[in-house]
């Protein structure tokens, strides 16, 4: 059997030998580089020293706050009466909402303040609370935005 080797053929084999090398070399000398690269890790875990909180946001549902007995006392003489809470709740005026919800001063109960560069905290008493933060009641109507969108 007799190999038919022409010039050709026997470039293209040291040609595709000397680019196989290269690579090789290249690829072991970088590999060489990478992995004897000395890393030092630190990882530490610490408690912020100071975090300002410029504001809080507590949202509750006006439905589940709304005082429906003062709303009933104060409108005895009124024409329409509402079969349901929620009835009631969606024909009322913002002015309305706000003056039978709770005061701001009687949404907090208690707080809890933990102090800068200690991990204890004091409790506090409803009013204690009031004094220390300023506190504003707000309407957000988030449906409204929904049903624009959907009548698009």
């Not at 080797?5 to 690579?23: A, D, E, H, K």
């Not at 408690?47 to 949202?59: A, F, G, H, W």
């Not at 913002?94 to 905290?121: A, G, N, Q, V, W």
Request: aromatic residues 18%; charged residues 20%.
């Amino acid at each position: 059997m007799r190999l038919n080797v022409t010039f050709s053929n026997l470039f293209s084999f040291v040609f595709f030998l000397v680019c196989f090398s290269g690579c090789a070399w290249q690829f072991l000398t970088m590999s060489y580089l990478y992995f004897g690269y000395q890393v030092i890790t630190e990882i530490s875990m610490t408690m912020p020293r100071d975090v300002s909180l410029k504001s809080l946001s507590i949202c509750f549902r006006y439905k589940d706050i709304v005082n429906v007995t003062a709303y009933d006392a104060d409108n005895q003489n009124a024409s329409q009466k509402f079969d349901s809470k929620e009835s009631l709740i969606l024909r009322m005026t913002i002015s309305e909402l706000f003056k039978y919800t709770p005061l701001t001063t009687d949404m907090i109960y208690s707080c809890k303040i933990r102090f800068p560069h200690e991990y204890t905290y004091e409790q506090y008493n409803g009013s204690d609370c009031n004094q220390r933060f300023k506190m504003s009641k707000f309407y957000i109507q988030v449906n409204s935005y929904l049903e624009f969108r959907n009548s698009m």
